[in-house]
């Protein structure tokens, strides 16, 4: 390791209280650019980093690439800046879980994150993303991966906060650096996680569109400490009735049928799939968004003048469930077994220096 690598990476900011143990930085870069000239070559590749770290080059089944930066878009600004990917992966950790969480969640957040940014990077096309999105395969926000620079970090968190938390999000990261999960010879690359399941993770088909075979639903035993738990919610009756009419079209629903509404079937972690009310059906993601529940994994009731929800977990379910994590970590897992826990059939590599 050079010492000049070294100052950077200080002066970053990044392993301040790491550095020894081995500098993250800016070894394992990948350019937005490079995802063109892979789709000529045949994915399975990946070896990375050039045997000189000092190269900064990629390594693509031997068609060596220069590779700086990974390519974020910031929405507000409308730029797109280019971020060392190790760097990327611990602002985007400190995002998107709370940094007192136990370091093997985190460690597996990093790991997710890091498995998602790179095949994002890799299979790139621009004309799938948003307008002002389609220089870069990553945004900064919960279209792809919720990221702020370090600066940013650094202004909106506290002096505590940066003490405690930024050097262990850090080196998270760090145990985990270049770590990737792969299924049947590649990037697992839809690692979702979401905050927490209620009890049970779902089969990704029965949230989103396809069927992947690592994000099958599983149990989430520990999720003691999770929040949104048998959260109620309330909804005046006649309220429900005028927000569900505003949803449909050529038909309407009465009070009377909306309060019978029933779950009439419902997904393998338990969530609702389909909900009557009278001679409509709605998916409990559809009832989930209009009244602004945290989890589709709900229960619904009638008191008095109200639907009563009850539901538990928050978010989509599909692949790690944070508290989950936590939990695990807790019990003395590592975030490998984690990490296999929740993403079925995974294996871990390490994206490795070449020669
Ligand atoms: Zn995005």
């Given at each position: 390791m050079g010492k000049g690598r070294k100052r950077k990476s200080i002066k970053m900011g990044l392993y301040r209280k790491h550095g020894k143990s081995g500098y993250i930085g800016r070894s394992l870069l990948l350019l937005a650019g490079l995802a063109a000239l892979l789709l000529l070559v045949p994915i399975g590749i990946v070896q990375f980093f050039s045997a000189d770290r000092q190269e900064q080059k990629l390594v693509f089944d031997q068609v060596e690439v220069e590779a700086p930066e990974i390519l974020v878009w910031l929405e507000e600004s409308d730029t797109t800046v280019s971020v060392p990917l190790e760097e990327y992966i611990a602002c985007v950790v400190s995002e998107e879980m709370p940094a007192s969480f136990h370091s093997e969640a985190l460690k597996a957040q990093a790991v997710a994150a890091r498995t998602y940014s790179v095949a994002r990077t890799l299979n790139f096309t621009p004309v799938e993303n948003p307008q002002g999105h389609q220089?870069?395969?990553?945004?900064?926000?919960t279209h792809c991966q919720v990221y702020q620079t370090q600066e940013q970090i650094r202004q909106n968190r506290s002096e505590e906060w940066m003490e405690e938390y930024w050097p262990k999000i850090c080196h998270a990261v760090e145990m985990t650096e270049g770590q990737v999960m792969y299924y049947d010879g590649k990037?697992?690359?839809?690692?979702m996680f979401h905050s927490?399941?209620?009890?049970k993770t779902e089969n990704s088909e029965d949230v989103f569109a396809s069927a992947v075979p690592y994000l099958r639903s599983v149990d989430s035993?520990?999720?003691?400490?999770?929040?949104?738990?048998?959260e109620t919610v309330r909804v005046d009756i006649d309220q429900a009735v005028q927000l569900i009419n505003s949803q449909l079209q050529g038909t309407q629903v009465t009070r009377e049928e909306v309060e019978q509404m029933q779950v009439v079937a419902r997904s393998s972690?338990?969530?609702?799939?389909s909900v009557q009310i009278g001679s409509v059906t709605m998916t409990g993601r559809e009832l989930r968004s209009l009244f602004g529940l945290s989890s589709s994994k709900f229960d619904v009731s009638v008191e008095d003048d109200k639907l009563v929800f009850i539901s538990n977990g928050y978010g989509h379910g599909v692949g790690l469930s944070q508290y989950g994590a936590n939990g695990m970590g807790e019990k003395g897992y590592r975030y490998d077994q984690i990490l296999e826990h929740y993403y079925t059939g995974i294996q871990l590599r390490t994206l490795q220096n070449a020669g």
């Open positions: 220089k870069a395969a990553l945004c900064n926000t990037l697992a690359g839809q690692a927490s399941s209620g009890g035993p520990y999720e003691e400490g999770a929040t949104h738990q048998n972690g338990n969530r609702a799939q």
